[in-house]
């Protein structure tokens, strides 16, 4: 992760914010998103304009399967060929029943390749960088990963928050809001007043800084401690 | 129920995740026990399996002239068994049909083991069955090649690509479950294992933009490969002149009572298991009801089939068809016949009434009734035919031998035995495609369905 490249990651609950937070980022001008959901979602899609660029996959389906007709063609014609024997008085060439394999060899390799297409087209092992993912993803929540330069981490920060997201984090480091932290203050000097408060808000930052003492733990990357001073 | 609804979207999509991990906890001994009595029943099959090839074929029922008994019987019947999870996972898929979503993994599952099944019994019905690789078409030093005009190979290609396709899709169904109980899996080892089998999914909008393309072809493919695997199992009947066996109706008649009896079969395991791990919230009354609904119109194309056998037989004048029909309905063999009419064509007619589609218990019944008559009408079908051909000198009974028994429970047992490993390790229910029809988590103007 090279400074010029900061990950900063939005988590959200409901889907309609999130679509408008990737609205709002698109037309800020951040295209490098990435969002993350439990399940395909059309209006997504459609705020990331997918469609756009529709995926090979076909491709790979469709060579796939004139290949693998192919493969059923020469199969059974090359090999009768190479040992010609009359079975049933018919042609040593026969197509109809032939048909039936080359129908299933297509099937075959067409569907291996629809698979491959998957693999190669998702990156899904490729991507293996520890990357911003939230567990909870796969759970009931979603998330915007925005790919950006340092300069422009407030300005994102600040849309999510606007978009009223759940928690950001900023490669990979939970990012208490500015607001919160101010807060806390005045409710320090208003010690005598609201003692109960504080204790509440202390474990609270107690818990927060744990948490952000174990994802240190977790990537030792010169990047967190900056974020940290922030 | 009313608990379940009571939960906002997104609690919905928590309960949901949090259902399919308690499948996954430590078995108890309910479990145990069922596995246990199962790998009883498995072992007892294997053991008459090495029975038979110590001794000899002689030990299987059959001989001249049925060379065909419950081994070939048994191979139609699971790969029929097969058929009715490709139908659900990818039939209705195309169909957008939405009760196909909570019960599909079931069913393909039903599908993978179903073949894994099948796929033995052309080998034990082998008298020399380590030969059994000759009939795949390899480089050899005689030099010959497979005869590809025959059914056999048909079905040799058929049944292996039917099974490939079939793992395969069943694998990438599950492609973002695998990762979702990979996110809140405890233990290394079993960490690990669902790391390595989710193949690094995030839910990323450019993996599911591939991901449902991907899966949409796969549906396209499996769709037309489902009615050519019944097909060509057909034809290993209906290409040669039994009468009985050479109709033209064979295919459509095959396809439709594969997923008649397939659909009874997946109705046989949701109901046990919507039970024992109450899963009411997402196998709702509404997916029996559409399953029954099917299960009236491919009984009623089976049971029409029946009848038009028999019109056929008469219309056609030739009296070795017609024989053979008048024999199945009152000769040796009219105790199976018509168990197989009583069960296949009476029986799910009681589907039309509402109240018994609702009675779990009854429709439990009769989905045991109707595999009972399907696996008769194979019987039926493979039996009669060849036990009367053309020839009186050369009639003969078929009877069953205790060994042939055996088998045939054991591959219950191989069944259930995956089926029992499966709902303990992988995913039973499709979290993301249940949490496609479950609302949508939205902060403003409530949830819907997108």
Same mark, same amino acid.
Request: aromatic share 16%.
């Given at each position: 992760?090279?400074?010029?490249?900061?990950?900063?990651?939005?988590?959200?609950?409901? &889907?309609?914010?999130?679509?408008?937070?990737?609205?709002?980022?698109?037309?800020?001008?951040?295209?490098?998103?990435? &969002?993350?959901?439990?399940?395909?979602?059309?209006?997504?899609?459609?705020?990331?304009?997918?469609?756009?660029?529709?995926?090979?996959?076909?491709?790979?389906?469709?060579?796939?399967?004139?290949?693998?007709?192919?493969?059923?063609?020469?199969?059974?014609?090359?090999?009768?060929?190479?040992?010609?024997?009359?079975?049933?008085?018919?042609?040593?060439?026969?197509?109809?029943?032939?048909?039936?394999?080359?129908?299933?060899?297509?099937?075959?390799?067409?569907?291996?390749?629809?698979?491959?297409?998957?693999?190669?087209?998702?990156?899904?092992?490729?991507?293996?960088?520890?990357?911003?993912?939230? @567990?909870?993803?796969?759970?009931?929540?979603?998330?915007?990963?925005?790919?950006?330069?340092?300069?422009?981490?407030?300005?994102?920060?600040?849309?999510?928050?606007?978009?009223?997201?759940? @928690?950001?984090?900023?490669?990979?480091?939970?990012?208490?809001?500015?607001? @919160?932290?101010?807060?806390?203050?005045?409710?320090?000097?208003?010690?005598?007043?609201?003692?109960?408060?504080?204790?509440? &808000?202390?474990?609270?930052?107690?818990? @927060?800084?744990?948490?952000?003492?174990?994802?240190?733990?977790?990537?030792?990357?010169?990047?967190?401690?900056?974020?940290?001073?922030? | 129920?009313? /608990?379940?609804?009571?939960?906002?979207?997104?609690?919905?999509?928590?309960?949901?995740?949090?259902?399919?991990?308690?499948?996954?906890?430590?078995? %108890?001994? $309910?479990?145990?026990? *069922?596995?246990? =009595?199962?790998?009883?029943?498995?072992?007892?099959?294997? #053991?008459?399996?090495?029975?038979?090839? #110590?001794?000899?074929?002689?030990?299987?029922?059959?001989?001249?002239?049925?060379?065909?008994? =419950?081994?070939?019987?048994?191979?139609?019947?699971?790969?029929?068994?097969?058929?009715?999870?490709? +139908?659900?996972?990818?039939?209705?898929?195309?169909?957008?049909?939405?009760?196909?979503?909570?019960?599909?993994?079931?069913?393909?599952?039903?599908?993978?083991?179903?073949?894994?099944?099948? %796929?033995?019994?052309?080998?034990?019905? +082998?008298? !020399?069955?380590?030969?059994?690789?000759?009939?795949?078409?390899?480089?050899?030093?005689?030099?010959?090649?497979?005869?590809?005009?025959?059914?056999?190979?048909?079905?040799?290609?058929?049944?292996?690509?039917?099974?490939?396709?079939?793992?395969?899709?069943?694998?990438?169904?599950?492609?973002?479950?695998?990762?979702?109980?990979?996110?809140?899996?405890?233990?290394?080892?079993?960490?690990?294992?669902?790391?390595?089998?989710?193949?690094?999914?995030?839910?990323?909008?450019?993996?599911?933009?591939?991901?449902?393309?991907?899966?949409?072809?796969?549906?396209?493919?499996?769709?037309? +490969?489902? *009615?050519?695997?019944?097909?060509?199992?057909?034809?290993?009947?209906?290409?040669?002149?039994?009468? $009985?066996?050479?109709?033209?109706?064979?295919?459509?008649?095959?396809?439709?009572?594969?997923?008649?009896?397939?659909?009874?079969? =997946?109705?046989?395991?949701?109901?046990?298991? !919507?039970? *024992?791990?109450?899963?009411?919230?997402?196998?709702?009354?509404?997916?029996?009801? %559409?399953?029954?609904?099917?299960?009236?119109?491919?009984?009623?194309?089976?049971?029409?089939?029946?009848? *038009?056998?028999?019109?056929?037989?008469?219309?056609?004048?030739?009296?070795?068809?017609?024989?053979?029909?008048?024999? !199945?309905?009152?000769?040796?063999?009219?105790?199976?016949?018509?168990?197989?009419?009583?069960?296949?064509?009476?029986?799910?007619?009681?589907?039309?009434?509402?109240?018994?589609?609702?009675?779990?218990?009854?429709?439990?019944?009769?989905?045991?009734?109707?595999?009972?008559?399907?696996?008769?009408?194979?019987?039926?079908?493979? =039996?009669?035919?060849?036990?009367?051909?053309?020839?009186?000198?050369?009639? %003969?009974?078929?009877?069953?031998?205790?060994?042939?028994?055996?088998?045939?429970?054991?591959?219950?047992?191989?069944?259930?035995?995956?089926? +029992?490993?499966?709902? !303990?390790?992988?995913?039973?229910?499709?979290?993301?495609?249940?949490?496609?029809?479950?609302?949508?988590?939205?902060? /403003?103007?409530?949830?819907?369905?997108?």
């Amino acid at each position: 992760m090279s400074k010029s490249n900061q990950n900063i990651l939005g988590i959200y609950t409901y &889907v309609d914010v999130l679509v408008d937070a990737i609205k709002k980022l698109r037309a800020e001008g951040f295209e490098n998103l990435r &969002v993350f959901s439990p399940v395909p979602n059309h209006e997504i899609e459609d705020a990331l304009d997918t469609g756009k660029e529709p995926s090979k996959i076909k491709y790979f389906t469709f060579c796939g399967a004139i290949l693998g007709a192919l493969v059923g063609v020469c199969f059974t014609v090359l090999t009768s060929i190479d040992w010609p024997i009359v079975t049933s008085a018919k042609p040593i060439v026969s197509i109809p029943p032939y048909m039936i394999i080359i129908f299933e060899c297509m099937i075959l390799i067409g569907g291996l390749s629809t698979f491959l297409g998957l693999i190669i087209n998702s990156r899904l092992r490729k991507d293996t960088s520890p990357e911003l993912y939230d @567990e909870r993803f796969s759970d009931n929540k979603f998330g915007i990963l925005v790919n950006c330069n340092p300069d422009d981490l407030e300005k994102i920060e600040n849309i999510l928050r606007d978009f009223g997201t759940d @928690e950001v984090q900023v490669n990979g480091v939970l990012k208490v809001e500015a607001k @919160e932290e101010e807060i806390k203050e005045e409710a320090k000097e208003e010690e005598i007043k609201e003692e109960a408060k504080v204790e509440e &808000v202390k474990e609270e930052e107690v818990k @927060e800084e744990a948490k952000v003492e174990e994802v240190k733990e977790e990537e030792a990357n010169p990047d967190i401690t900056e974020v940290k001073n922030d | 129920m009313s /608990n379940f609804d009571s939960l906002s979207a997104s609690e919905k999509y928590s309960h949901l995740n949090e259902t399919v991990m308690n499948m996954l906890n430590k078995p %108890g001994w $309910g479990w145990w026990a *069922i596995f246990a =009595v199962d790998m009883m029943f498995l072992a007892f099959g294997i #053991y008459c399996f090495i029975y038979q090839i #110590y001794t000899g074929l002689g030990v299987a029922g059959y001989s001249h002239p049925v060379l065909w008994g =419950v081994y070939i019987t048994n191979f139609v019947f699971w790969v029929g068994i097969a058929h009715s999870g490709t +139908l659900i996972s990818a039939v209705l898929f195309l169909f957008r049909a939405r009760f196909r979503m909570s019960i599909y993994r079931i069913a393909e599952a039903m599908t993978v083991f179903a073949v894994a099944t099948a %796929g033995l019994f052309p080998i034990i019905h +082998l008298g !020399r069955p380590w030969n059994f690789y000759w009939l795949l078409p390899y480089p050899n030093q005689r030099g010959l090649w497979v005869n590809f005009d025959s059914p056999l190979l048909w079905d040799v290609f058929a049944v292996s690509t039917y099974a490939t396709i079939s793992s395969v899709f069943f694998f990438i169904g599950m492609i973002p479950d695998i990762a979702a109980i990979r996110d809140t899996v405890v233990g290394k080892a079993k960490k690990v294992f669902y790391s390595v089998a989710s193949l690094g999914w995030k839910g990323s909008s450019w993996e599911w933009g591939h991901y449902t393309r991907a899966y949409f072809y796969f549906a396209c493919f499996a769709t037309p +490969l489902v *009615i050519s695997v019944h097909s060509v199992v057909s034809w290993d009947f209906a290409m040669a002149n039994t009468p $009985g066996w050479h109709t033209t109706i064979f295919p459509p008649y095959f396809v439709a009572g594969a997923i008649f009896s397939g659909l009874a079969m =997946v109705i046989t395991l949701c109901i046990p298991l !919507r039970y *024992i791990f109450k899963l009411e919230d997402y196998i709702t009354m509404d997916n029996f009801d %559409g399953m029954s609904k099917m299960i009236i119109l491919t009984s009623s194309i089976v049971f029409y089939a029946y009848l *038009i056998e028999f019109f056929i037989a008469w219309y056609s004048g030739n009296k070795y068809e017609y024989d053979q029909f008048i024999y !199945r309905a009152v000769g040796d063999y009219a105790l199976f016949y018509w168990i197989m009419m009583f069960c296949n064509g009476i029986v799910p007619h009681l589907l039309w009434f509402k109240k018994i589609r609702q009675n779990l218990m009854i429709l439990f019944i009769i989905t045991l009734l109707i595999n009972i008559g399907m696996w008769f009408e194979r019987f039926n079908i493979i =039996v009669i035919s060849l036990s009367k051909e053309f020839e009186p000198g050369s009639w %003969g009974l078929y009877k069953p031998s205790w060994v042939e028994i055996g088998i045939t429970v054991g591959s219950f047992a191989w069944f259930f035995m995956f089926f +029992l490993i499966f709902v !303990r390790t992988l995913p039973a229910l499709s979290i993301a495609e249940i949490k496609e029809i479950l609302p949508v988590p939205k902060k /403003n103007g409530g949830s819907s369905h997108e």
